[in-house]
C-alpha cells in the first residue's frame, strides 16, 4: 500500500489599512477601506474566491463523489471562516459536505494564524480554543491533529500538543533535521509517548506548489506521467507521501492557464487507477504504521523561505518591535471586557502582518513583496504602529 496524504491550508488575514497618526483617537476602524491603491479585503477575497477556493474546492468535491478512495485535509483560519461567512459562505457549504461524506479532515491551528505560541502561551492555547470551537460550531467535528501557524514547529511546541489530546501534528520535513531519514513514514516526537508527527515532502509538494509554472525550471512542464513516476521512486523511501501546501496554489499562485486546475484532476484519478495507492487524511496517515523513529527538532523550523525558520516574521527591528509591542498590551486588552477592542487586538496578531514588515532580498525578498499589501515595509510597520498607539488610547478610555 502506498499512500497520499493531501493536506491543504486555507488562509486570508484581515489587512490593515493605510492607518494614519492623524486617524489615532478618531477613527478606530483598521480594516475598512484601500490601502496603497489596492484593494479592500472584501474584494481581495472574492477575487481570491472566484480564482481559486471555488474552482479548486468543487474539483475536490467532484473528485470524493466520483472516487470515495479520495480523501482530503484541510486547515483553515477563522479569519477565512469570518470572511467567507459575509463574502461567501457557499464555500463553507462545499467544505461542509466534504466533511460529512468522511472525506475531508479538518486540521486545528491558531483561529487568528499567529504567532503567539512564541509570545504568550495563554494568548496561544486561548486562539487554538477558539479554533477547535469555530470548527465544531460550522463542522459538526473536534479535530484531532495540529497544525502551527506556518508548520513554526519545536520540541516543546509538540509536548504542548501532546498534554492537550492531539493525535498527530504536522511539520517541515526539512533535510538539516531528517538527515539521512526520509519523510515518508511517521515519526515520534522527542520527549512525547503518544503523539504522531507527519512530515511535509517539501521536494515533491514544492514541484507543484512554486515550481510548475517555472519555464525556466529544467523540469518544465511538469506531467502527470512525470510526476507520478517521482512519487513512485519516492515511495522506495517510505509509503507515505506528505503533499502539503497552500490552497491558493491552485487558482491563485499557478493560474488556471498554467493547466493547474487540470494536472491535478488527472493526478487524482491517475493515482487511484493504481490498486495499491490511496489517498489518506491526516489522521490515517498517523495510524498507518508505528512510529519508526524519534524526530528531534529544539529550535523553531518552518516551512517558509530558504532558512525555514522565524526569520520571515521575526528578522529585524520593525518585526521584533511590532510583536514586543503587541503582545506587551494583552492583558490590558482583556481586562477591557471591550470585545470588538479585543477582537481588533486579536487580527493584528495574524502573522502576515510582521510578513509584510520582513526586509530580506533576492528570492526570498520577492515572494515577500508579492504577498504585501503596502508599499514597503517600513510603510506597513509605521501603519501598524499607528494601530497599536490607537489600542492603546481605546484601553485608556474605556470606560471599565
Known sequence: MRAICLYLHIHQPLRYREYSIFDVGVDSNYFHDQYNGRQSNERIFRKVADKSYYPMLNLLLDNMKIRPGFKVSFSITGTWLEQAEKWGPELIDIIREMVSRGQAEI?????????????????????????????Q?????????????????????????????????LAEGWDKVLGWRSSNHVYRPTGCQNIKL????????????????????????????????WLDMDSLRGNLINLF??????????????????????????????????FVTVSE??????????????????????????????????????????YDMRDQVLATNDLGLISDWR?????????SMCTKYWNDGDVHAYFSAYASPYESFMYYMNVLRDIEYRIKNNPL
Open 107 to 135: 486540521v486545528d491551528e491558531t483561529y487568528y494564524h499567529s504567532l503567539a505560541y512564541f509570545y504568550n502561551l495563554d494568548e496561544f492555547t486561548a486562539q487554538v480554543k477558539m479554533h477547535s470551537e469555530k470548527i
Open 137 to 169: 460550531q460550522l463542522f459538526g467535528v473536534t479535530p484531532k491533529v495540529f497544525r502551527n501557524t506556518e508548520f513554526a514547529y519545536n520540541d516543546s511546541l509538540a509536548k504542548w500538543a501532546e498534554d492537550h489530546g492531539y493525535e498527530g501534528i
Open 198 to 229: 507527519l512530515l511535509k515532502n517539501y521536494r515533491l509538494s514544492d514541484d507543484i506548489a512554486f515550481r510548475f509554472s517555472n519555464r525556466s525550471w529544467g523540469e518544465w512542464p511538469l506531467t502527470v506521467p512525470k510526476y507520478q513516476n
Open 245 to 278: 501546501m497552500d490552497f491558493e496554489t491552485f487558482g491563485e499562485h499557478q493560474w488556471k492557464d498554467t493547466g493547474i486546475f487540470d494536472f491535478m484532476n488527472t493526478l487524482i484519478s491517475s493515482w487511484l487507477s493504481v490498486y495499491e495507492n490511496k
Open 285 to 326: 496517515a498517523c495510524n498507518l504504521e508505528p512510529p519508526v523513529d524519534e524526530i528531534s527538532m529544539p529550535e523553531t523550523v518552518t516551512w517558509a523561505d530558504t532558512e525555514r525558520d522565524l526569520s520571515a516574521w521575526l528578522s529585524n527591528s520593525m518585526q521584533n518591535s511590532a510583536m514586543q509591542n503587541l
Open 347 to 355: 487580527n493584528m496578531t495574524t502573522s502576515d502582518h510582521p510578513y
